[in-house]
């Protein structure tokens, strides 16, 4: 009688909820940029105590949010994002939390994280970025034509590359001071193909002989024929920096034939130029062109491939009622190099755009 129970109690708690954004992270910095946009569609899952409990997907403001939640320390929750198509997740909690992608980028999954009575938690954000691909690299001279990067060649500044895709330029640009170019932003798995304009006065060199100290990166990539390269597909991420094109430039040999009147082997100035005469070319040992000095006892022969594997010499035919001067008695410009037996020079090769005018004949 008279008993007063005071411990008779309820208990209530207001639902709380968790959500918020899904965007494109354009730069990649894993913070919500104004430039950055909203990912709509994206497979968003809510796990309880490690267990998955609902589903949702964004809208197409990128948002999502999971309500009716039991908030306490009994309840912990996690937020998966699925990848979407093509996309790669942005890095994790690198700011503000209100701000930054909250998605492991390996495993998808935010921090844990508990709600108490009514909280409206809205910092549960994830970023994806569409990955890129790039490649490069550098237009070089080719001082011996053996499509090789060696260490006398030397960069080619401003040559046009293009890019290409399908059969389709997508890009050009120009080889800076130091002949390297690139282009980044491609999209990966797409094939790609690289262009290489001939700069003026230039060749192309050999393609694909591969460096026996750099491999791919150290050779020349360009067909001489097309000027283009084989086929790239690039991975996520990924930067080629091995399509490379090297150009020489073509190389002469000349120069004079004379009457040697003190037959002393030497250029005098009492000799005389001899027109007319036959003068042949070899390349290997095999006669690849022939040539007539001109009015000034002069020959030449232009566009000549520079480079060790092409041994040059030069024959001599002696004109009626003369014979072959001494050789290789003096300065070379100067001299007779034509042997006397046989007509020949001395074998000789060449650089990259060398004129050499020192074979003479008298």
Not at 335 to 345: H, M, N, Q, R, W
Request: charged content about 10%; cysteine-free.
């Amino acid at each position: 009688a008279n008993e007063f129970n005071p411990t008779v109690d309820a208990g209530f708690y207001k639902p709380a909820s968790l959500g918020d954004y899904v965007f494109n992270d354009k730069n990649r910095d894993g913070i919500q940029n104004a430039s950055d946009t909203p990912i709509r569609g994206v497979l968003v899952t809510l796990y309880q105590n490690g267990s998955a409990v609902a589903t949702t997907t964004t809208d197409a403001t990128g948002l999502y949010s999971f309500t009716g939640l039991t908030p306490g320390a009994a309840n912990v929750y996690q937020v998966g994002f699925a990848k979407p198509a093509g996309l790669e997740a942005t890095s994790a909690n690198v700011g503000f939390d209100g701000l930054d992608s909250d998605a492991d980028p390996i495993t998808g999954l935010s921090q844990t994280l508990t709600l108490t009575s009514g909280e409206n938690n809205t910092s549960v954000d994830a970023g994806f970025y569409q990955p890129t691909a790039g490649l490069g690299d550098y237009v070089f001279e080719d001082k011996n034509a053996n499509g090789i990067q060696d260490a006398g060649d030397v960069p080619i500044p401003g040559v046009l590359v293009s890019l290409y895709s399908n059969g389709s330029a997508v890009g050009t640009t120009t080889t800076d001071a130091n002949g390297l170019y690139s282009f980044t932003g491609l999209t990966p798995g797409v094939s790609y193909t690289v262009g290489f304009g001939k700069p003026a006065g230039f060749m192309p060199t050999l393609a694909n002989v591969l460096s026996s100290t750099a491999g791919d990166a150290g050779d020349s990539d360009a067909d001489p024929v097309t000027g283009l390269t084989g086929p790239y597909s690039l991975s996520a991420n990924e930067f080629n920096p091995t399509v490379d094109a090297g150009f020489y430039k073509p190389a002469s040999i000349g120069d004079y034939v004379f009457n040697d009147t003190n037959k002393d082997g030497i250029q005098n100035s009492g000799d005389s130029p001899i027109p007319g005469v036959l003068v042949t070319l070899y390349l290997n040992g095999s006669a690849v062109a022939t040539t007539t000095t001109n009015g000034s006892g002069l020959y030449s022969f232009t566009g000549l491939t520079p480079g060790a594997a092409n041994v040059y010499q030069v024959g001599f035919t002696p004109p009626a009622n003369f014979s072959s001067t001494s050789a290789n008695v003096g300065f070379d410009g100067l001299d007779s190099d034509a042997d006397p037996v046989t007509g020949l020079t001395q074998t000789l090769t060449l650089t990259s755009g060398e004129n050499n005018t020192s074979v003479d004949a008298g």
